[in-house]
């Protein structure tokens, strides 16, 4: 069983920023996607990014532009750096991983770490 944990999570004024990283406890091979995924109280969780072995990205319209996601595949982590954070993007984020053509949900989850943005 894959173990993932997040780390870089904290509180941050608005406009500031944020670089979330998640290392797996072993090799990630191709054949799996790696991403963030947040829950805000009383909301649903919900995609932030993801990333394939080969760097193809995808991102919810939320974020695009402000928050960047990459892998090392070497080190079997991934990013997210995120900037000009917002009050909204206040949530518990957590990291995933799952098989190319799985959904999120049957993949792997990590612990979660909070980001708040408030002044």
């Known amino acids: 069983q894959v173990q993932l944990v997040e780390s870089g999570g904290g509180l941050v004024q608005p406009g500031g920023s944020l670089r979330l990283s998640c290392a797996a406890s072993e090799s990630i091979s191709s054949i799996y996607i790696m991403g963030w995924y947040r829950q805000a109280p009383g909301k649903q969780r919900e995609l932030v990014a993801d990333i394939s072995s080969g760097g193809r990205t995808n991102y919810a319209d939320s974020v695009k532009g402000r928050f960047t996601i990459s892998r090392d595949n070497a080190k079997n982590t991934v990013y997210v750096q995120m900037n000009s954070l917002k009050p909204e993007d206040t949530a518990v984020y957590y990291c995933?991983?799952?098989?190319?053509?799985?959904?999120?949900?049957?993949?792997?989850w990590g612990q979660g770490t909070q980001v708040t943005v408030s002044s």
């Open positions: 995933n991983v799952r098989r190319i053509g799985f959904n999120a949900q049957s993949g792997y």
